[in-house]
């Protein structure tokens, strides 16, 4: 009833741009805090960038002036900008978020809501 969807994903060359959406549907009271994490293969998956419901950020030393976390709380959205895309970028990227949602009529909270994933290669 309630899940998140990123899209977005993509091939694109080395310093070129790509823009994650990660959308939640469903009975949605709000949304708290989101992640964005990417898994390459035969690595663990790491944290990317974060935006808590008051709108700070934070991100990973690799992506840092290179990434943008925003969201648009209207759309139920938190998207991630990635620009000056590199090579070791290339991984799948996904959204986990801390939200309010209803069911069956009742209010509760999930603490870890993942989506499925999308792919990111960044490649010549």
């Known amino acids: 009833q309630v899940q998140l969807v990123e899209s977005g994903g993509g091939l694109v060359q080395p310093g070129g741009s790509l823009r994650l959406s990660c959308a939640a549907s469903?009975?949605?009271?709000?949304?708290?805090?989101v992640d964005w994490y990417r898994q390459a293969p035969g690595k663990q998956r790491e944290l990317v960038a974060g935006?808590?419901?008051?709108?700070?950020?934070n991100y990973a030393d690799s992506v840092k002036g290179r990434f943008t976390i925003s969201r648009d709380n209207a759309k139920n959205t938190v998207y991630l900008q990635m620009n000056s895309l590199k090579p070791e970028d290339t991984a799948v990227y996904y959204c986990?978020?801390?939200?309010?949602?209803?069911?069956?009529?009742?209010?509760?909270?999930?603490?870890?809501?993942w989506g499925q994933g999308t792919q990111v290669t960044v490649s010549s």
């Open positions: 469903g009975s949605i009271f709000s949304i708290k805090n």
């Open positions: 935006i808590t419901s008051g709108g700070s950020t």
């Open positions: 986990n978020a801390d939200m309010v949602v209803v069911t069956a009529g009742l209010i509760r909270y999930v603490d870890d809501q």
